[in-house]
């Protein structure tokens, strides 16, 4: 059995090779010098996979189908010369998706992804659920649009099944096709209920690209210079990075001073996401 020397030799050598900084060297030395040592009749540990070995997706019974279609290339190519340049990607080499299967997407290639924010909130029941599809296929058989000016059926049965999953007097339900329509119609509501005009958001907040709801956002790289329409932002809550950290009473006076000293005193509404865009 090697001594315990020999296991503190081993446990810098590794710590060195795992992080060059010195002053973290101790505290890896420590996670790998606390691990208990075998004895010699036990059997031996298995292989520790590879420092830099990519994290694998568990199996999927699923093979996508051959992809004939053009190429990243030839998209990208195509999107310069036919669209507008406000459509923009974050990637050097943007994925070329072909295909989804629940909550995994696919490439040109057939390489498999896991789609980790479902289409941008969009697909909650994941890709080309087979229940979702088949209510599309049958639906689309029957009839694919009808105006609101006629009866149907369907919307009243879903603003119904809707309404029974939403707490307190949330009973009336008003579809829209997007989010910047919602926080559109939100803003409008309360501006027309209130008499007001005057709105508050938060710092680092998403709420659409819209004329009116560009006001709402409130992250440069999605505003343009135009009227922004009597809206303002306060300090939004963030427990790591923020101004009060963890404080609540921090932020919230903030909100107080800022309607305070920074509106007329007669706000129409304040808005919020769930989950901040701007801190993820």
């Known amino acids: 059995m090697a001594s315990q020397g020999q296991i503190m030799n081993r446990s810098v050598g590794r710590a060195k090779l795992l992080c060059p900084d010195k002053n973290r060297w101790v505290s890896l030395v420590f996670k790998s010098f606390s691990t208990v040592v075998p004895s010699s009749s036990s059997p031996p540990p298995p292989p520790s996979p590879s420092v830099d070995a990519p994290p694998q997706l568990p199996p ?140 508050i958001s938060l710092r680092n907040a998403y709420h659409g690209g819209s004329a009116g709801t560009i006001g709402l956002t409130a992250l440069n790289t999605w505003k343009y210079s135009i009227p922004q329409g009597e809206i303002h932002h306060v300090v939004n809550p963030d427990p790591y990075r923020g101004a009060f950290g963890s404080d609540p009473t921090g932020y919230a006076k903030d909100v107080q001073d800022h309607i305070e000293y920074g509106t007329s005193g007669r706000v129409a509404g304040f808005i919020s996401e769930t989950i901040q865009v701007g801190i993820l």
Do not use: W
């Open 60 to 199: 999927f019974d699923y093979q996508p189908k051959p992809y004939k279609g053009p190429l990243a290339d030839e998209i990208l190519q195509k999107r310069k010369k036919f669209l507008g340049p406000s459509l923009f990607y974050y990637y050097q080499k943007p994925l070329n998706i072909v295909e989804g299967k629940m909550q995994y997407l696919y490439d040109e290639s057939g390489r498999r992804y896991l789609d980790a924010f479902a289409g941008i909130v969009t697909v909650s029941c994941g890709h080309c659920h087979p229940e979702v599809l088949n209510a599309i296929v049958e639906q689309s058989k029957l009839l694919q649009h009808a105006t609101t000016i006629y009866l149907h059926h369907a919307i009243a049965d879903f603003a119904e099944a809707l309404a029974a999953k939403m707490p307190g007097d949330l009973k009336v339900v008003y579809f829209v096709n997007s989010g910047s329509e919602a926080n559109e119609l939100a803003m409008m509501m309360a501006r027309l209920y209130t008499g007001n005009l005057e709105m």
